[in-house]
């Protein structure tokens, strides 16, 4: 546990860490599991090969795809379903099967193959954090790559072409997502309280395609509806990486900046309170070392993690 | 609910009714809602495109697709999962995910990509239900739609020949099956005393893995090991198939 982990994984925009999915999915998982990573963004001077992004690098170890880094950190003692029973963690797996059977293609096509959207959006992003030029291939083939796995999948007869499989891949993700909003219920998380390794997944498929601006919409807008998919993932983001954001976007800066602000004045309020009672005080050897008020933001045990990062 | 609802499938063998795991699951969600089919086993003398096999055809439709077929009769109110609750309807759709994506390409790998068991068990069975010459190219085809398959869904980095994910697809197999004989438990079927169609997809996709004699069994003697998933089958086979066995 004293080697550090460092993920490198394409970085954030639009309020997310990352808008990519896979990434996001064990930033989450990390995140709930109180594993310590280093995050390294890939911006247009990373030398590394992209393919594989996520990728965990430790001393001794180099380890891609989600579900393997995931399985790395359990081993490592990051154990994010501890306390789910044996049905649960087999749920667990068929609803992760399920957002990859049913909701990928369509986060797929909506990213890489929608013509607006691929043209307007996702290539631009990503060839800005790819170096030249790489970054007049990469995009493109990331793009072909997205359309075989629709294709390959899910264009069985009668199927032929990718217009008869953008109707039906649409189709199931609505239902999917559908189904989700139902598993989810009121409750805050997938299985109870805590959030587990379905969570992380589920925020990672989602998030992207919730808070990503694109000119076609038609999934977005039917997320939109499901309010509590919505409020599951808005409750992630603060919950678990605002204070990290603020390095990224000048909103992120100035929520930091506020919440400082706060503490500051909160901090300096008591500490006038306290010098009234400056007699009681000298006398009383037993008195507890002064808390630090904190901000009723976060569950609690995140409080004092989140005042250690919000200094430098 | 008078047109003749029949179904054009491939055969059985091995004591089973199909040895393809997609005509087995349609058959056997038949049985389970009671829908009236009029099975057609596909032989050398069949005429139509083998391609989306298992068809379902009445007066005015052809479906094909097990998953279309399942929809269309339930529409036609033949319904298997009408006691189900939401939940347990959501359950079902991921468990069939979790059955494609996990168990699917090792059992497709072990009919079509194995070359042991195809050259010596799943092609000449083919081959003798296909009139020739297509009997030379169809059952190929099969095998090369298959490998595809493997190897797009499964084979991403760093995974890029065949040899080096065929040991993830079996691990990925085997663990899909402990979980299924976990989620089974000592039920009669998945989700109680009725079969419905999450029951009507693990039997279509686990008992031809059980039943069929191949050359290299390594996933079927996983599966022999959890008993409660051969009880399963056999309840099935016993229970729903038996009396149509009699010609096969």
């Not at chain 1, 291939?137 to 990331?142: C, E, F, N, T």
């Not at chain 2, 042991?116 to 068990?121: C, H, K």
Request: hydrophobic share 40%; with cysteine.
């Amino acid at each position: 546990m004293a080697a550090p982990l460092e993920l490198s994984c394409w970085g954030g925009g639009w309020g997310l860490p990352s808008v990519h999915s896979e990434s996001l999915v064990v930033m989450a998982y990390a995140k709930f599991s109180g594993a310590p990573l280093k995050v390294n963004v890939i911006d247009n001077t990373w030398r590394g090969s992209r393919g594989d992004v996520p990728i965990l690098t430790t001393e001794d170890n180099i380890v891609s795809q989600p579900a393997k880094i995931l399985s790395f950190l359990r081993k490592q003692k990051y154990n994010a379903d501890y306390e789910l029973s044996a049905k649960q963690g087999a749920d667990t797996l068929a609803y992760i099967a399920l957002l990859e059977e049913k909701l990928l293609p369509a986060v797929l096509h909506t990213f890489w193959v929608e013509s607006d959207n691929y043209f307007t959006v996702t290539k631009p992003w990503f060839a800005s954090r790819i170096p030249f030029p790489l970054s007049l291939i990469l995009p493109g083939r990331m793009s072909k790559g997205a359309r075989n796995r629709i294709l390959v999948t899910r264009g069985q007869p009668p199927f032929y072409h990718l217009r008869e499989v953008e109707a039906q891949i649409y189709r199931d993700a609505k239902e999917c997502l559908n189904l989700l909003s139902n598993r989810l219920g009121t409750s805050q998380f997938f299985f109870g309280d805590t959030p587990s390794t379905l969570d992380a997944y589920v925020f990672g498929f989602l998030a992207p395609l919730y808070k990503v601006r694109f000119p076609k919409v038609q999934l977005q807008e039917h997320l939109k509806q499901l309010s509590n998919l919505c409020r599951f993932c808005d409750d992630i983001l603060n919950s678990y990486f605002r204070l990290s954001l603020g390095g990224t976007s000048p909103a992120g800066q100035e929520t930091v900046d506020a919440n400082l602000q706060k503490l500051t004045q909160l901090v300096n309020k008591e500490s006038n309170l306290i010098e009234k009672m400056d007699d009681n005080l000298r006398q009383s050897p037993q008195l507890p070392p002064r808390k630090l008020p904190t901000l009723k933001l976060t569950p609690a045990e995140e409080e004092n993690n989140s005042l250690q990062r919000l200094s430098p | 609910m008078a047109a003749p609802l029949e179904l054009s499938c491939w055969g059985g063998g091995w004591g089973l009714p199909s040895v393809h795991s997609e005509s087995l699951v349609v058959m056997a969600y038949a049985k389970f809602s009671g829908a009236p089919l009029k099975v057609n086993v596909i032989d050398n003398t069949w005429r139509g495109s083998r391609g989306d096999v298992p068809i379902l055809t009445t007066e005015d439709n052809i479906v094909s697709q097990p998953a279309k077929i399942l929809s269309f009769l339930r529409k036609q109110k033949y319904n298997a999962d009408y006691e189900l609750s939401a939940k347990q309807g959501a359950d079902t759709l991921a468990y069939i995910a979790l059955l494609e994506e996990k168990l699917l390409p090792a059992v497709l790998h072990t009919f079509w990509v194995e070359s042991d068991n195809y050259f010596t068990v799943t092609k000449p069975w083919f081959a003798s239900r296909i009139p020739f010459p297509l009997s030379l190219i169809l059952p190929g085809r099969m095998s090369k739609g298959a490998r595809n398959r493997i190897l797009v869904t499964r084979g991403q980095p760093p995974f890029y020949h065949l040899r080096e994910v065929e040991a993830q697809i079996y691990r990925d197999a085997k663990e899909c099956l402990n979980l299924l004989s976990n989620r089974l438990g000592t039920s009669q079927f998945f989700f109680g005393d009725t079969p419905s169609t999450l029951d009507a997809y693990v039997f279509g996709f686990l008992a031809p893995l059980y039943k069929v004699r191949f050359p290299k069994v390594q996933l079927q003697e996983h599966l022999k090991q959890l008993s409660n998933l051969c009880r399963f089958c056999d309840d099935i086979l016993n229970s729903y198939f038996r009396l149509s066995l009699g010609d096969g």
